[in-house]
């Protein structure tokens, strides 16, 4: 038996392997199966993390393993749906016992958080990378899209912003803080946790909805263009940890929050009708704009004055590409 | 836009991106969305190709597009599914348009071969590799899967083996040979052809079944792993097309066929009271050998007489991992 085969039946045995409600055929055949009840579809994404690009290399493979599938399930969170699958294609330059040890303790570990069973996948010789494909199910039609936001929404987030970018030039090494700071913030960035219960219970509510992966203004502005609508972002009424703007001051904060990315909160846009109940429900919810008549995302003080970054700098904290 | 961006627009423009049967939302969401008729259940599986590994680098990218989605749709045949989508995670050191657009080029041909949409993927910066995730639907209960062979079955295989094995040492430009032989070995390579319609001829039929990716031998013995039962292989009576016999000459042709993989034929075991519909319908079915009370694979030669190789050098056709 091979090395990779090894692998295979290692990844088979993972407690994250062993099914679950909707996995009629998992791990070991040519294809896994999944029932999807009468009156729902079938959620499907797929995410790729590079070494080097996506990660640092070398990094701690246990955090590694809960971040890799808490970045995919996040997009099953902004659909709506609830997680059901997953299949995990793993490329390894060399196979080292304790490696794949505590990648797949860190990936049982969100696989438990989120309900999803690992259902198959392939493992590879080659420069480390991994690409993860998520499945879900959804009520049929109230999977949230990005696409259905109108002028007079509000627009909400689900969570403080910007964290994960905060904790980007800790994770490189860049920068070192006392542990009250940096601890929060690397707790965000290497296990993010989906928002599934939000994403549900803004079914049928949540006119739009996505999760922040590239960053609030470039996430806010794939909402406005599949949706053909303006969104105003007020700048002061962005939810920002105490860590971030302790660690990087108030204006910085804001920066981070607003192009940082990484962040897996939820961006939604909501009938101000809405709102009340699901705040009474208890649910994170931040209004910090509004969807108006237009196009694009403008960036609002707190005199309603445009200070929308007018280049591209404003990526900076973006990972590439 | 990001360069990176800009191929995501590309492939979601391509023609194999216009959506399909059973395609509820396509690319440009969080998650894709998929029906799944009432009775049917969804068959999944991901394939990953790195590039000097799985495949020649450089290859021919138009090639490259066609073989990467082939590979991954075998296994929906194997299941005896019908394909819906696919997914297609595309990590490139750089971005090239004629190598995209080729590529594309050879995706699309496929896509439209095979009747799947593309549906969602990434796109990321990094050492030249693909994932493949596809989709197809099955009748529930009626997938065909590994484990089901019963002594006295057939065992039995959808046409020539060895083709891809022999038209390794030409991909990699270690020999040469007249035009005649090397064209049918490198198509075969380059552009199998899922035996869709043979898998879901099979459904109810056959036993179990996978393609032969790793090899026949190999694969016979995850069937006969699955199942519990011993496999017997008649080497004379293994197919074998002109091309190979002349390029290999007979015996290292029998070596192609038993071990040397990428053959993405169906093998599958078979009550020997279903064989002669399936004749009568055309199907290219070949009888090679029988399953038998017992474990593991034996290879038999014309007198009965078991040649069943002794060391792992068998694999030396095999591609790694």
Known sequence: MGEF????????????AQGGEGVA???GDDCALLAVPPGEQLAISTDTLVAGVHFADPCDPFLLGQRSLAVAVSDLAAMGATPVAFTLALTLPTVTADWLQAYARGLNLMAQSCGVA????????GPLSL??????RVPSGLALTRSGARPGDLLCVGGDLGNAAGALPLVLGQRTAQASITEPLL????SPQPQLGLGQALRGKATSAMDISDGLLADCGHIALAS????????DRLPLSQ???????????????LSGGDDYVLAFTLPSVELPLLLADGWPIHVIGRVVTGQGVTLLDADGKDITPQTRGYQHFRESP
Chains 1, 2 share one sequence.
């Open 5 to 16: 085969e090894l692998i295979r039946n290692f990844f088979a045995a993972a407690p994250c």
């Open 25 to 27: 055929l998992g791990i």
């Open 118 to 125: 690992l259902v198959g996948g392939d493992t590879t010789r």
């Open 131 to 136: 690409t993860m494909t998520v499945f879900g």
């Open 187 to 190: 707790a965000h960035y290497w």
């Open 228 to 235: 053909k609508v303006g969104i105003e972002v007020e700048r």
């Open 243 to 257: 860590s971030l703007v302790a660690f990087l001051g108030q204006a910085q904060a804001q920066v981070a929050a």
